[in-house]
């Protein structure tokens, strides 16, 4: 990154974001790309996945908790001695 004070940072996202005169996220690294004329050769794919279990439910089911702390899967032993695993796992086991 330039020293340059449009170079996209943590504080000047920050600072932009708190002032909130339209400039999102985006818009404002393209103008920090345009002020800084260079491409920097890096970029990033972020993937959100929604849904689906949670952990609690799949890998952590504490089956000695009460009955209002444990999932309602049931867990069977894996081939690790002590380690157990939701139901629905079978072949994961």
Known sequence: MSN????????TILQAGAVGMGLSLSRFLRLSHAANG??????????????GPAHQDMFD????????YRGEFRPISTVVPGIEICEHLPRLS
């Open 4 to 11: 340059s004070p449009l170079a996209p940072n943590r504080r």
């Open 38 to 51: 260079a491409d920097s050769g890096r970029s990033g794919i972020l993937i959100f996945l929604q849904g």
């Open 61 to 68: 089911l504490k089956p000695n908790a009460p009955s209002e």
